[in-house]
């Protein structure tokens, strides 16, 4: 589902055949974990994990402007497919890409469940490596990430690479993940005999000067942070922020 720097020159996006493998450790734990939540437990997730979901899906919904006959957009780190169902109603067309096969056959199926054709809605499995490939060049109006950069080690190669999937002028992109806060950023460890340290590479949230510099370094114009989404359970309390920028 989640680095830093101060503003600089824009940094030139890397060709995809360029980018290396960041933390090989990292992506395997996840694809191994994710995978498993997928054969484990089908359709369920925890339901604070739904009303995330549902919120930030609400909240993408309010900081960007749908046409429901024009809008393509690309979901990265997509999992099940619970973001996507709230956006999927206002889009042209929605695609999903997650690195854990498991989840995106979830997400095709429940997508099917839905009434969407694969043109509508549907997901593929891709890393970094033949991501450009299989979505076959296609650039969209918007790329979205939500609650997942705390699982990438290296977020600002992340960013840049979701930017040269952006049409250029027009193409936006919404990261929504959790906010670095004084009170700490606390968050539910999943008891799984698959989940590893490795598969969270950042436990602390993001600020919001380190999270609008990545968008900066990334070529992102007109950059906008917000915190729209504040839970607090019994076990746990956390902020969502949610930041958007621009292609130029």
Known sequence: MAHHS?????TAVPHHHDI????????QANRTFFDDMAHDHGHAIPEWAKDLSQ??????????????DETSVLEFACGSGYVSQVLAPHAQ???GVDISQGQVDLYNKRAADLGYTPDQMKAICATWEDLDTKLGGA?????????????FTDINLVTRILVSFLKPSTGKLIVLDGVKSEAGWK???PKAASFSHAVIAHRGGFS???IE???????LEDVEFDVPIKREWEEFKIGIFLVKGRAK
């Open 187 to 189: 968050f539910p460890v």
């Open 213 to 219: 510099n990545v968008f900066k370094e990334a070529g």
């Open 20 to 27: 290396p493998t960041t933390n090989e450790e990292t992506q």
């Open 93 to 95: 067309s929605i695609t």
């Open 139 to 151: 650039k969209f109006d918007l790329v979205v990430c939500a609650q997942s950069y705390h699982h």
């Open 208 to 210: 919001q000067e380190e």
């Open 55 to 68: 919120a930030a899906g609400e909240a993408i919904l309010k900081a960007y402007d749908f046409k429901k």
């Open 6 to 10: 101060s503003p600089a020159e824009p």
